[in-house]
């Protein structure tokens, strides 16, 4: 997003590996602007800590996410115009779902834990554990945008109402 090369991620990757990272995260854009199919490659086969690799459902990306098999794979909504994501997965209607499934069923098959990046509301966790998730991730994005303290009390609750709900629903959540 930056238009530059540094920093450089693998590099990055190495550095906080040492410093006692537990996992990295890494997101393939289609128009690889944040991180390039031989950086996924390199961290694929040089981390010691769990990969995480957020990824949209394109098919070539998933194509390498199964190649690759990543400890987890986080399928992520994806606009061009975002520098970066602005919000969860779409799961409140049956087509968006019906879209997400045989995602989540190819990187199921392929062995790799799969893991939705939504929005914090009941309706999206309970859709995707429906669609036999392993886990969520939480978008925060209107928790960090908050601009007073009753409206971050707001968005803490809900947070904290989603996250609840997952783990009640047996996923892990992130």
Not at 26 to 40: F, K, N, P, W
Not at 50 to 64: T, W
Not at 126 to 131: E, I, K, V
Request: charged fraction near 30%; avoid cysteine; glycine fraction near 6%.
């Amino acid at each position: 997003a930056r238009k530059t090369d540094e920093p450089d991620p693998v590099r990055a990757a190495a550095l906080v590996e040492l410093a006692g990272a537990d996992g990295i995260t890494v997101h393939l854009r289609e128009d690889r602007r944040h991180i390039h199919d031989r950086d996924v490659r390199l961290l694929a086969d040089t981390l010691r800590t769990p990969l995480n690799l957020e990824l949209a459902s394109a098919p070539d990306i998933l194509d390498l996410a199964v190649e690759l098999l990543p400890h987890q794979a986080t399928v992520v909504p994806e606009r061009r115009e975002e520098i970066t994501t602005e919000g969860g997965l779409g799961l409140a209607d049956a087509d968006a779902r019906a879209r997400v499934a045989p995602v989540v069923a190819r990187l199921r098959d392929a062995g790799i834990r799969t893991s939705l990046f939504i929005d914090p509301a009941e309706d999206a966790v309970r859709a995707s554990a429906g669609l036999g998730v392993e886990a969520v991730e939480l978008h925060t994005g209107e928790y960090a945008n908050a601009r007073t303290a009753p409206e971050r009390q707001r968005q803490v609750e809900r947070l904290a109402r989603a996250a609840v709900l997952g783990r009640e629903l047996g996923l892990d959540v992130h």
